[in-house]
């Protein structure tokens, strides 16, 4: 059975950082790249992120392109989302996803076959 338990998110003001992580269980992130996504309410889901299984390629979208980092712990089997300099805007329910991407590309997968449950982030003063 596979899983994806996010964990980290909550209350945080504005500037303020904060880490999400993303365990995987069932799967193994030397095989499968990992993907960022986050919706905000009345807003269409967004895909922030992502890192490749192999070599730990990265791409990040605009919106958070120098805010947040992306990183995975291939012993923990752990993929965390470093986010800083939060801003109101970037409040979401934030979810990891797992696809079979290309292993060494820095191209998202083009689908995902696994979703964690989401996280609440809040940014606010």
């Known amino acids: 059975q596979v899983q994806l338990v996010e964990s980290g998110g909550g209350l945080v003001q504005p500037g303020g950082s904060l880490r999400l992580s993303c365990t995987a269980s069932?799967?193994?992130?030397?095989?499968?790249?990992i993907g960022w996504f986050r919706q905000a309410p009345g807003k269409e889901r967004e895909e922030i992120s992502c890192?490749?299984?192999?070599?730990?390629?990265?791409y990040s979208a605009a919106s958070v392109k120098g805010r947040f980092t992306t990183s995975t712990d291939h012993a923990k089997n752990t993929v965390y989302l470093q986010m800083n300099s939060l801003n109101p805007w970037d409040t979401a329910v934030y979810y990891c996803?797992?696809?079979?991407?290309?292993?060494?590309?820095?191209?998202?997968?083009?689908?995902?076959?696994?979703w964690g449950q989401g996280i609440q982030v809040t940014v606010s003063s």
């Open positions: 069932g799967v193994t992130l030397d095989d499968y790249a």
């Open positions: 890192i490749s299984s192999r070599n730990d390629n990265t």
């Open positions: 996803a797992a696809g079979l991407g290309a292993p060494y590309s820095s191209s998202c997968p083009p689908s995902y076959d696994y």
